[in-house]
């Protein structure tokens, strides 16, 4: 749970230098657009993909929460394998 929202299907990889969100998980933990910043998401392709940076809020895994995570939340590529 997140926000008491969901349950949500999501992979937190521990070995990435950044945490990705897609753009459903972003709607549906924030009602209205959050102000962030802005990064720049590099693929094994090179291609490049803007992101949106945002604390998310916690992460309630059940035996673990995970507090003040940074995620890139955007339209990357990587999730269209799992549509």
Same mark, same amino acid.
């Given at each position: ?7 949500? *299907? ?13 753009? !459903?998980? &972003?709607? @549906? ?9 802005? @990064?720049?998401? &590099? +693929?094994?392709?090179?291609?490049? *993909? ?5 604390? !998310? ?5 059940? @035996?673990?929460?995970? @507090? ?5 939340? +955007? ?9």
């Amino acid at each position: 749970m997140v926000n008491d929202k969901g349950p949500f *299907r999501f992979i937190i990889d521990t070995g990435s230098p950044q945490t990705l969100g897609n753009m !459903a998980l &972003y709607k @549906a933990l924030y009602s209205t657009p959050h102000a962030g910043g802005k @990064a720049s998401v &590099y +693929g094994v392709m090179k291609q490049v *993909r803007p992101g949106n940076v945002q604390v !998310a809020p916690t992460i309630d895994l059940g @035996a673990i929460c995970i @507090a003040n995570a940074v995620l890139v939340f +955007g339209d990357f590529p990587i999730f269209k394998v799992w549509d």
